[in-house]
């Protein structure tokens, strides 16, 4: 709790009648990476820019370093941003547009030559310091972007959305470069991003946020591993979602099958949702299967093959698979207890939270 | 697929004839030694000595230069806060500032010097001096606002976010990322606020008295009592002066052409 | 932040304010003035009534269609010809160098060609034709605002020319038109905004250009903008004056609206 840097509390936001923030709670600490993740429109981005200053909350206490900072403009604020779009300053060469926070501040010359060499350091763009913006690629300017900000050195360094702009293998890179950025600063980063893979990738903490609210929050593992409902299972990963009844604890029946499934504490013959990862389903002969299906279609992707099937009810399965079937043949599929987690509908992270304790006790500490 | 290109050619030659036909038959007749611009008397310097002596030309030609130079610098100065001032405007709103600003583009000259007129009758302002500069401060200001607002919209909107983010104050903001970030086009508006005034001639008509006089009126006062080959010498400086007008303002919207260029790439490098 | 932001409006809200709202409302104020000074409607009634005004505003309004198609049919070919070439912006700067140069110089040249023993009747006589009366007859007129007002319509048309992404004309050929079919049902369509555009720059200003009918028309062309000229500066007859802008100030905006397209598109862009 000491070493928390910030707090949100009951913060809304709305834009004319639109409410695009309703309630968020969460508390930020110092020194790890932690990732909002969530759809285009889904808020992230307005929480990150009411931690900036840049937007103001409608209701609710921002608190940072202890301070209740809503009041407390842009320009005063200990935190700073990695834009999306970089917003380098179009008129300033690399190295002024580094120095420009630090000359903001009147620092000495000496100094600020002496930060911007050691920013640029940091980003690997030794020796660009006269070139213009426009000279850079975008990979440079995205680093150009992270110096101006660290030179600052921000308890918070907030940045949005800000590898979407780079190609594929290079926000690959970028992405251990970053996390490994920040285990160097020791500093809080926030960072916003749509994509699931770089959010698993990176964050020691992801919240992950849909239609204005925090849907889930938890490790990379926790949350890949038991998502809390429909919305965050389908978002995280792929998934086989399907309804189900718990008939009682450990027993969850899916499309008329019962299966053995490692979760509990619903009410008997409650109506659930079963997540079952494409990755976990394996194709086995027709007897030695929990289902018989019949193969659609099959798609090889480098790694794995797709296979999407039918099961004898008619019901589709989506398998990831490195062994490879036949279109058109009849295949068994099976899968262990653990791979079946069941969400409850309308449960809440709190109540989520209580019930795994409630059976599982406290041997899900030992994440990290 | 030559042949149809050789068409194109020569009907964009006879157009560029047509176009330049008349320019060049004024500045070669000014060297002309005779009086009128009927036959060509052999070369000489006559007109231009004379248009040297004519102290009421210079003045006229001084007076001219200090409305423009005035007037365009002060209209790019409000120009440029409108643009700012639109760029803070929602939808509605903006449209209703730009329809104001273009009724000036739009509106014929007559329509422009009759009604100034008439307003300086209204506040009792003696014509002259401060009228014609007034007026030209207020037909120069729309177009300043046309040059300043793409910039400005060009800008990415977070630019203004970083500055605060990296602890500028409004202040500081305005006057080290966004004056500097749009300068190409707050040049641009003052360039065309200059050319403006000095091609004035309808509404500075109107709205001159006795006692002033911008070139345009003089040419035209002159022009209606015929040929003076003064004048074709007066335009063969004043052809100068615009072509280096046009090399200027290239100059500076091909730089600023060129940041543009490097704005929009970073857009779409966004993008993809 | 909120009080810069009305600090800034300032200037040019009352730019607004005094030059632009103002003058269009003092001018409507004065057209229902006569010379005495006195409240009246006589002003428009003499206009609605008076053979003189509607035959001036007809030729008015005659003139600059007729210069506004000529100046139309000159420029398009010279936008799509320009539009085709390697250099295409240097070609596009030698149509709008020309104007920035004075207008009232450009006019003051052909005083010069068009006169009796100008070049023009010079060339004339040469060739045998013998020479003409040019200057101040309605064909000199119409020439001479035609070829100031080309660079204004050449330019947005060409804009629009450039403006059409080379695959659409691909996409055209590929599905089988014809070069002639390709520009009738694709590039033509598309240019319409920059014709428009075009339409709008040559037509209001052709209505309203006084010097060239004083210079170039001598007495003989009478435009709505000579006219006011006329009532303002020389009979001192500013209601009717006013009256007269009144009716132009309508012109424009019935030309604005025919050929508005342009600007809603902008507008839609915009948001």
């Known amino acids: ?368 | 697929m030559k042949h149809k290109i050789n068409w194109g050619a020569i009907y964009l030659v006879i157009v560029f004839i047509i176009l330049y036909l008349p320019i060049l038959y004024l500045v070669g007749f000014s060297f002309s030694s005779g009086k009128t611009m009927e036959k060509y008397q052999g070369f000489s310097w006559t007109h231009y000595q004379t248009l040297l002596q004519d102290t009421r030309m210079i003045t006229i030609v001084i007076n001219t230069l200090i409305v423009a130079l005035l007037s365009a610098l002060l209209a790019t100065i409000i120009g440029t806060m409108g643009a700012l001032a639109i760029k803070r405007t929602k939808n509605a709103m903006r449209n209703t500032l730009l329809s104001f600003n273009n009724v000036l583009m739009v509106s014929p000259d007559v329509i422009i010097g009759a009604s100034f007129l008439i307003l300086f009758t209204v506040i009792g302002m003696k014509l002259g001096f401060w009228s014609v500069l007034l007026s030209h401060i207020a037909f120069s200001i729309p177009i300043v606002v046309l040059m300043v607002l793409p910039k400005i919209d060009e800008l990415s909107p977070t630019l203004l976010d970083a500055a605060a983010d990296l602890g500028a104050s409004p202040w500081q903001s305005l006057t080290r990322v966004m004056l500097p970030a749009i300068a190409p086009g707050i040049m641009s508006g003052y360039f065309m606020a200059f050319t403006y005034s000095l091609d004035d001639f309808a509404v500075t008509f109107f709205v001159t008295g006795n006692g002033f006089s911008t070139l345009s009126v003089e040419i035209y006062s002159r022009a209606r009592q015929g040929i003076d080959l003064e004048i074709n010498a007066l335009s063969t400086l004043m052809f100068l002066v615009s072509l280096a007008l046009v090399i200027g303002y290239y100059f500076i919207s091909k730089h600023g052409g060129s940041r543009k260029n490097q704005i929009v790439t970073v857009k779409e490098g966004d993008v993809q | 932040m909120k009080q810069q932001k009305i600090w800034f409006v300032v200037p040019y809200a009352l730019w607004i304010v005094l030059f632009v709202v103002a003058p269009l409302v003092l001018i409507l104020y004065q057209s229902f003035f006569n010379i005495n000074g006195q409240f009246t409607f006589g002003n428009y009634q003499s206009y609605l009534t008076s053979n003189v005004y509607l035959r001036m505003t007809f030729n008015s309004v005659w003139y600059a269609f007729l210069i506004t198609l000529i100046t139309l049919l000159i420029s398009y070919p010279a936008a799509y010809v320009i539009n085709r070439l390697p250099n295409r912006q240097f070609w596009l700067l030698l149509v709008i160098l020309p104007t920035w140069i004075n207008l009232l110089l450009k006019t003051y040249a052909f005083i010069g060609l068009f006169s009796q023993n100008g070049s023009i009747n010079q060339f004339l006589r040469f060739v045998g034709l013998g020479s003409h009366q040019i200057l101040f007859t309605d064909a000199s007129f119409i020439f001479v605002a035609a070829y100031i007002e080309i660079p204004f319509m050449i330019l947005p048309i060409f804009n629009s020319l450039a403006e059409i992404d080379s695959s659409l004309i691909n996409a055209s050929r590929d599905l089988g038109a014809n070069s002639w079919q390709t520009f009738m049902h694709v590039e033509l369509p598309l240019t319409m905004p920059g014709v428009k555009a075009g339409v709008q720059a040559v037509f209001i200003p052709s209505l309203s250009l006084f010097m060239i009918t004083r210079l170039i028309g001598g007495n003989r062309v009478i435009t709505l903008g000579t006219a006011i000229e006329e009532h303002f500066l020389t009979t001192q007859n500013w209601g009717m004056g006013s009256t007269i802008g009144v009716v132009l100030i309508i012109a424009m905006f019935i030309v604005m609206f025919a050929t508005g397209d342009r600007q809603k598109k902008k507008g839609g862009r915009a948001k």
Not at chain 1, 142 to 153: E, F
Not at chain 1, 199 to 224: C, K, R, W
């Open chain 1, 1 to 368: 709790m000491t070493n928390q840097v910030i707090e949100f509390r009951h913060v809304s936001k709305q834009y004319d009648d639109n409410l695009v923030l309703r309630d968020i709670n969460f508390t930020i600490e110092a020194g790890k990476f932690y990732t909002l993740l969530g759809p285009s429109g889904s808020g992230k981005t307005t929480i990150l820019r009411i931690i900036a200053g840049f937007d103001d909350a409608t209701s609710g206490d921002v608190i940072f370093d202890g301070q209740r900072i809503n009041d407390i403009p842009a320009n005063q604020r200990q935190v700073n941003t990695v834009f999306q779009d970089y917003a380098l300053f179009p008129h300033m060469n690399v190295a002024e547009n580094v120095a420009f926070g630090l000359k903001i501040k009147r620092i000495p010359k000496e100094e600020i030559a002496k930060r911007v060499q050691d920013a640029l350091h940091m980003v690997q763009l030794d020796g660009y310091g006269e070139r213009e913006i426009t000279e850079m690629s975008g990979g440079q300017r995205q680093r150009v972007a992270i110096a101006r900000a660290i030179v600052n050195r921000p308890k918070v360094l907030l940045l949005d959305e800000a590898l979407s702009a780079l190609d594929h293998k290079l926000r690959v890179e970028m992405q251990a470069e970053l996390r490994a950025l920040q285990r160097r600063l020791g500093i809080t980063f926030v960072f916003v991003t749509h994509d699931q893979g770089e959010a698993l990738a990176m964050s020691d903490q992801i919240f992950i946020i849909n239609d204005g609210m925090i849907q889930q929050s938890g490790t990379p593992v926790d949350i890949y591993d038991e998502p809390l409902n429909h919305f965050v299972a389908d978002f995280i990963g792929e998934s086989n979602i399907v309804p189900g009844i718990m008939k009682k604890d450990f027993l969850v029946n899916i499309n008329g099958h019962d299966f053995e499934c490692v979760d509990a504490g619903m009410k008997p013959n409650e109506k659930v949702e079963a997540v079952l990862r494409p990755e976990d389903l394996d194709i086995t002969t027709v007897d030695q299967g929990k289902l018989v299906a019949t193969v659609d279609t099959q798609l090889f992707r480098g790694v794995d093959y797709q296979i999407m099937v039918h099961d004898e009810e008619g019901h589709e399965w989506k398998i990831n698979s490195i062994h490879k079937t036949k279109v058109g043949e009849k295949v068994g599929i099976t899968f262990d207890p653990e791979d079946i987690h069941i969400m409850r509908y309308h449960e809440t992270e709190a109540a989520f939270d209580a019930r795994l304790d409630s059976y599982e006790g406290d041997d899900e500490e030992d994440e990290r």
